[in-house]
């Protein structure tokens, strides 16, 4: 009877793998002696008893493994065990090669298509229908959220029942096998708009008059415009008195100021039934012709 030696540059615990080939008289082989670094990283030594996959021993198995294969052994520290895994030489190289084949093309998840409908920009008070988010993915997750929501590794939509009236974004985050992520995402904004060309002097200034106006939706009152006032007519600026700050207006051709004052502020209820006060600001002269306006 007698036991093989392996040596081992890392220290041992319940679990550790051991792959190597048994030599080629192994009719008498019943365990292993296993060197590792110590505590002390001075080499010591364990004697494992080999046994199959389900605990028989060797000396109660007939050919547990042949001459000069490859066998991959799982050792128990605890009960001075080690189970032998692999005894098919064959068999081992196969799946070593398949391992390395799988690591070699591995393919990261991908999230191919994020669709969500009636993402995009709108004017505030549009009331948005609740969308159906669907997506595809290159291959099955490990694991998927959308908006922090857990989701079945099989599914790729989900279907909301709310309208949407304020900013809203659908974020999809995908996990693969190996840890690696994906994220897509969509979004429905709401903005406020300003408004720009040019007003009958001393016309009403009302959500009508306004309405007649050139729109831009955006967040700030920072824009160029170029509009063509008559005989009778003044350039007109209109924006939101909240949030936009206070305007200054320039010539954009020479860079000179040019004249504007607050004309009114108003309710000033938009195309989607939106009401907010609104200011509104007009050139101190009239019938200026074609100016290129520079608000910031």
Request: with cysteine; hydrophobic share 40%; net charge negative.
């Amino acid at each position: 009877m007698a036991n093989i030696r392996v040596d081992l540059n890392t220290k041992i615990q319940d679990g550790t793998e051991i792959v190597f080939r048994s030599p080629v008289d192994c009719s008498a082989i019943t365990g292993l002696i296993v060197y590792y670094p110590g505590e002390d990283e001075n080499t010591t030594s364990k004697e494992f008893a080999l046994a199959d996959a389900h605990g028989n021993n060797v000396g109660d198995i007939d050919n547990l493994f042949a001459e000069n294969v490859v066998v991959k052994v799982i050792l128990d520290v605890t009960s001075g065990m080690a189970f032998v895994q692999n005894a098919d030489t064959n068999a081992y190289i196969e799946q070593r090669f398949a391992d390395i084949e799988a690591e070699l093309f591995y393919v990261n998840i991908d999230i191919t298509k994020f669709t969500c409908p009636g993402a995009g920009t709108y004017e505030i008070g549009t009331v948005i229908d609740p969308p159906t988010v669907t997506w595809t993915l290159n291959k099955d997750p490990e694991s998927q959220t959308l908006n922090g929501e857990a989701l079945g590794v099989d599914v790729r939509s989900k279907a909301y029942t709310d309208k949407v009236t304020t900013d809203k974004t659908y974020t999809l985050n995908v996990t693969g096998q190996k840890g690696e992520t994906d994220t897509a995402s969509a979004s429905i904004k709401f903005l406020r708009g300003v408004y720009y060309g040019v007003l009958e002097d001393g016309a009403a200034i009302d959500s009508a008059a306004i309405l007649k106006l050139t729109r831009k939706l955006q967040g700030s009152r920072a824009i160029t415009f170029t509009a063509t006032a008559g005989a009778n007519q003044r350039h007109a600026f209109a924006m939101p008195s909240s949030g936009y700050g206070t305007p200054t207006f320039k010539d954009a051709e020479t860079g000179f100021q040019a004249g504007f004052y607050k004309a009114s502020t108003f309710q000033f209820t938009n195309a989607s039934g939106h009401m907010e006060s609104y200011d509104v600001w007009l050139s101190t002269n009239k019938a200026l012709g074609s100016m290129t306006v520079a608000v910031s």
